[in-house]
């Protein structure tokens, strides 16, 4: 069955950089949409960056845009979100999410399949 798996959260100082990766297996990412979302305490879950089917759109929120880059990795059936110039605000579980679309969505119930997330902490 579909299995993605998120990688690198921990505890960063603020100004700092992070990777995050997701591995997928009974998926292929290439050609579908797939996007990370967080979810902060006390909020919702909200998309920070996704990629269409192609790869010729990438979304980013407006709060990360210009720290946050995603990208996919073919080869390795992998996304990873690389972040940097981090601070508090971002402290999140972070997952990584795929549908069955060639589109990106905002919408958390648009995606099929989900990680388990993995949590970032950043601390000032």
């Known amino acids: 069955q579909v299995q993605l798996v998120e990688s690198g959260g921990g505890l960063v100082q603020a100004g700092g950089s992070l990777k995050l990766s997701c591995a997928a297996s009974?998926?292929?990412?290439?050609?579908?949409?797939v996007g990370w979302f967080r979810r902060a305490p006390g909020k919702e879950y909200e998309l920070m960056a996704g990629?269409?089917?192609?790869?010729?759109?990438?979304y980013y929120d407006d709060s990360v845009r210009g720290r946050f880059t995603m990208s996919r990795d073919s080869a390795k059936n992998m996304v990873d979100l690389q972040m940097s110039n981090l601070g508090p605000e971002d402290t999140a579980v972070y997952y990584c999410?795929?549908?069955?679309?060639?589109?990106?969505?905002?919408?958390?119930?648009?995606?099929?399949?989900w990680g388990q997330g993995t949590k970032v902490t950043v601390y000032a």
């Open positions: 999410a795929a549908r069955d679309s060639v589109y990106i969505s905002v919408s958390r119930a648009a995606y099929d399949y």
């Open positions: 009974g998926l292929t990412f290439s050609g579908i949409a």
């Open positions: 990629i269409n089917g192609s790869g010729a759109t990438i």
